[in-house]
Structures are given as structure tokens and as C-alpha cells.
């Protein structure tokens, strides 16, 4: 998983494949998600779930916040509870 800030996303790899990526917009300190796709041909394989892990621990380690208006994230991290103190609940 890479952040590719000049497409404002991150994305999982395999090599020079796109297997997903997770769309977003830096604002202030929080990283609004909009939009997460992963490629029909990996669904059901984890794909998704590691790239989403892979953002919000980068999103951490750069210690912003989340805003997870894409639904795929904001299951996710209903899933995971331990990242739910990344969540910016501020309007």
C-alpha cells in the first residue's frame, strides 16, 4: 500500500497492477475518504481490507484524523474497532 499524494489516494499494488485504491482529500489535519474501489478480480480476497489498514495506519503514523464518508471504509471500521479513535466525528 503507497500513498500517491499527487492523485490524492492511496493504492495497493501488484507490481505495476492497480488492485484497489482508496480515494481522498486532505483537509487541516483529516483525511476525508470518498471513494474506495478495489479490482472485480480480487474481491473477496482481502484486497480492500489491506489497503484500508494500510491508510489509516499511514494516517496515524502522520497523526491526523479520519473521516470516513466512503461507506467500504466506514464499515471497516466499524470491524475494527481499535481504529475508531482515528475518527474526526467534528462537522
Known amino acids: 500500500m503507497q500513498?500517491?499524494?499527487?492523485?490524492?489516494r492511496y493504492e495497493?499494488?501488484?507490481?505495476?497492477?492497480?488492485?484497489g485504491h482508496a480515494a481522498y482529500r486532505?483537509?487541516?489535519?483529516?483525511?476525508?475518504?470518498?471513494?474506495t474501489e478495489v479490482d472485480p478480480e480480487t474481491e473477496g480476497t482481502g484486497v480492500g481490507s489491506?489497503?484500508?489498514r494500510g491508510?489509516?495506519?499511514?494516517?496515524?503514523?502522520?497523526?491526523?484524523?479520519?473521516?470516513p464518508q466512503c461507506s467500504f471504509v466506514r464499515g471497516?471500521?466499524?470491524k475494527h474497532p481499535d481504529y475508531a479513535d482515528?475518527?474526526?466525528t467534528a462537522p
Open 3 to 8: 500513498d500517491v499524494p499527487e492523485s490524492s
Open 12 to 19: 495497493i499494488r501488484d507490481g505495476d497492477r492497480v488492485l
Open 26 to 35: 486532505r483537509e487541516g489535519g483529516r483525511v476525508v475518504f470518498t471513494h
Open 50 to 52: 489491506r489497503l484500508v
Open 55 to 67: 491508510a489509516l495506519d499511514d494516517v496515524r503514523a502522520r497523526q491526523e484524523h479520519a473521516v
Open 76 to 78: 471497516w471500521i466499524e
Open 86 to 88: 482515528l475518527v474526526d
